[in-house]
């Protein structure tokens, strides 16, 4: 079972969900917000790069090269600039669709490849994968793709989405059996989450509502659960307690055994 | 003209709440850059004046009538958008290899609209901001869109200064968010995953040249660790502009649909002292 933690909004609590859940039910971990990961932070592994993830970049052979700019005028991205003698690639903006080599008549482009992130797996009572994307790169969603081939068809699978409803998003979710979406009860939390849920009904994934921080803020999330018929799994009161344990970076249901009784139940209901 | 971006790399950390809150203190030109998740309209309470379409990538689709099953383009698809020979249209980012590999052509790229960007009137002043349909591609094109139609208004209402809300993280959205800016003002909070955050959203910056400033919200949240972030910063060179308390005022304010200063006097001054540091920074600057 793959079961995606995501929001919409940052910083309602998706990392704090998806480790305490994963720690609760012993399920594997994957940080998908690989712009920002932080899950490890909480889990403690002792990280070992598993793999690199590589896009495809075209390279140019110039004495085949007659500069007829074919494919400059195919790329979607912008991202080759045809000279009267020479050929300039922008590799931030290419997207590795592969399209200039496949229109090139003269058989000038060959693939060759870039780094744009490192995927690590380490183990600390579960086993956690995190993708990380290089520094000034940005396509994340490649990254992620590339985390995703780790999935185990078998067991469960916890995967930490980024913040957004954008390309990166889609890409963690895609494929889930089920979505929890974190929210908290504010304007704020409120908006980004009813996107994430257009997302996931439109995804046709199953979801429901952990409410984390309840009792700031005002009830609006919690109505339009009731109106739409989604179920509020959880409610995480907002705690002193647990906001600095989480600032010390230590997973609140490890250290409140009730909590984790509560996320195990999560899972029974959901599973 | 200039431009400042509020970023932060972790999301939640309060960069729409200090951005809502400058736009009580300055006579600029506000954008909401964060097109996945957009929330400064919330405060701002815009009323539109102007509306326009925007059409990001393209996406690719099958005429099942014409379609011979062959699966070439499923094999030449690298966002493995093409599955059981349809088009995933949430993974399409219509690069056009399909219809180039497809024997009978059976495959056409068609227009669709990505989202859509405001340019609003507010009590405040001018705003501009887009939001994308959920689950679609290319929102760093939105965002330079955004990022122009604020320029724009500027020129013409004879502004001087854009400040920019940034989406989280560090990708695509971020980076058309702060490029070619004046200065990012990073909102950090004392937690171990922000810490990281920030250090990776203060490299993207520094890769692109941006210089950075950074405030420190929820300092109170853990004393140990923001003074792990204002060491960082000292050895780093960057300045801190700011601490800001933890206070439930802040999302009660929210939750009224009022930025800080409207709401609270004494924590307003705290936002207020920052700005006029902002403002500072940019003189100093300028005269570099």
């Known amino acids: 079972m793959i079961i995606t933690v995501a929001s919409g909004k940052g910083g309602t609590g998706k990392t704090t969900v998806a480790v305490n859940l994963a720690l609760a039910i012993e399920a594997t971990l994957y940080d998908c917000d690989v712009e920002e990961p932080n899950a490890n932070i909480f889990i403690k592994a002792d990280l070992q790069k598993v793999d690199d993830v590589k896009l495809m970049n075209p390279v140019f052979d110039l004495q085949k090269c007659t500069f007829c700019k074919k494919c400059a005028e195919f790329c979607k991205y912008n991202a080759i600039a045809v000279l009267s003698s020479d050929v300039i690639l922008f590799p931030e903006l290419c997207s590795g669709c592969g399209g200039c080599k496949i229109v090139c008549p003269y058989d000038a482009i060959s693939e060759g490849s870039r780094s744009i992130g490192e995927i690590y797996h380490g183990k600390n009572g579960i086993e956690i994968y995190q993708g990380v994307m290089n520094v000034g790169e940005a396509r994340a969603t490649p990254v992620v793709a590339k985390l995703k081939e780790y999935v185990k068809k078998d067991g469960i699978s916890v995967l930490d989405a980024p913040p957004g409803n954008g390309c990166p998003v889609i890409e963690t979710m895609h494929g889930s059996d089920f979505v929890i979406l974190v929210t908290e009860p504010t304007p704020f939390g409120f908006h980004d989450f009813k996107i994430a849920y257009e997302l996931a009904k439109k995804l046709d994934i199953p979801a429901g509502v952990v409410i984390n921080r309840y009792g700031v803020g005002d009830d609006s999330v919690e109505k339009y659960c009731r109106d739409e018929g989604v179920d509020v799994l959880m409610k995480i009161p907002y705690s002193r307690e647990i906001a600095e344990l989480y600032s010390k970076g230590i997973p609140f249901a490890s250290h409140i055994p009730e909590w984790r009784k509560k996320f195990q139940e999560l899972y029974e209901v959901i599973g | ?288």
């Open chain 2, 1 to 288: 003209m200039k431009q400042v971006v509020v970023a932060s790399g972790k999301g939640g950390t309060g960069k729409t709440s200090m951005v809502s809150s400058f736009a009580a203190l300055t006579n600029a030109v506000f954008a909401d850059c964060d097109v996945d998740a957009p929330n400064l309209h919330l405060i701002l309470k815009p009323e539109i004046t102007e509306k326009m379409p925007y059409e990001g990538m393209e996406v690719a689709r099958i005429d099942e009538g014409k379609c011979i099953k062959c699966g070439e383009c499923e094999r030449a698809c690298r966002f493995n958008a093409i599955e059981n020979f349809k088009v995933i249209e949430e993974k399409c980012e219509g690069c056009g290899v399909c219809p180039l590999v497809c024997p009978v052509d059976a495959i056409t790229l068609h227009k669709r609209v990505n989202g859509i960007v405001y340019v609003a009137d507010t009590r405040f002043g001018d705003f501009v901001y887009g939001i994308l349909s959920p689950g679609e591609e290319a929102s760093g094109k939105l965002v330079t869109m955004v990022r122009k139609k604020a320029q724009e208004i500027a020129e013409k209402k004879g502004k001087d200064l854009i400040v920019i809300d940034a989406p989280a993280g560090i990708g695509c959205p971020v980076i058309s968010s702060i490029g070619g800016t004046d200065l990012a003002v990073i909102v950090a909070e004392p937690t171990m995953a922000a810490i990281h955050d920030m250090e990776r959203i203060l490299k993207v910056a520094e890769h692109f040249n941006v210089p950075t400033v950074v405030c420190i919200n929820k300092y109170d949240i853990n004393e140990e660790q923001s003074r792990k972030i204002e060491e960082y910063c000292r050895e780093k060179g960057i300045e801190i502009l700011g601490k800001i308390p933890f206070n439930k005022k802040f999302t009660e304010a929210m939750v009224e649909g009022k930025n800080i200063i409207e709401y609270d006097e004494e924590l307003g001054k705290i936002i207020r002292e920052i700005w006029n540091r902002v403002e500072k920074k940019l003189e100093e600057k300028e005269k570099t």
